[in-house]
């Protein structure tokens, strides 16, 4: 019995331990045109934390570099802008979308394919990285 409760008590620590206040889902990559030298990934990211957290930059495996980019109008011309930092507040979600943030992905390894997923290893302000799968979709016409 008393052995019983020392499993259920080192498991309970094991997962406080590994648990994550940030959450990701809806990671992808929508195919890349052929020959394009960069390219963009969405994801979500949820603070299910009580301190708010700060994204300072991403490491796509694949790639040479890769880049948190905020899109955005310029007189009417789209442009785009790096972001040194993505702030994702205690409680908070913030969706990178195709027309807004994003991360850039640079320097593409040659050959990709739908379904695919490609490992997104995220950096936070307070030294803890979270990698995350993010899957090669097809490009639909619109973006
Ligand atoms: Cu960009």
Do not use: W
């Not at 499993?7 to 195919?31: H, K």
């Amino acid at each position: 019995m008393i052995r019983a409760i020392a499993v259920a008590v080192v498991l309970f620590c094991a997962t406080s331990a590994t648990a994550q206040d940030i959450s990701i889902s809806e990671a992808y990559i929508p195919l890349a045109p052929p020959g394009v030298r960069a390219h963009a990934a969405y994801l979500t990211l949820s603070n299910t934390g009580s301190e708010n957290r700060s994204l300072i930059g991403v490491t796509a495996q694949g790639y040479g570099m890769a880049h948190l980019h905020q899109s955005m109008e310029m007189n009417g011309v789209a442009a785009m802008s790096a972001l040194h930092q993505l702030e994702i507040a205690a409680g908070q979600t913030v969706a990178l979308t195709p027309g807004g943030l994003h991360i850039m992905l640079m320097q593409p390894a040659p050959s990709q394919v739908v379904g695919a997923s490609v490992p997104l290893t995220l950096h936070f302000a307070n030294g803890k990285d979270i990698t995350t799968q993010a899957t090669v979709t097809q490009r639909d016409g619109g973006s």
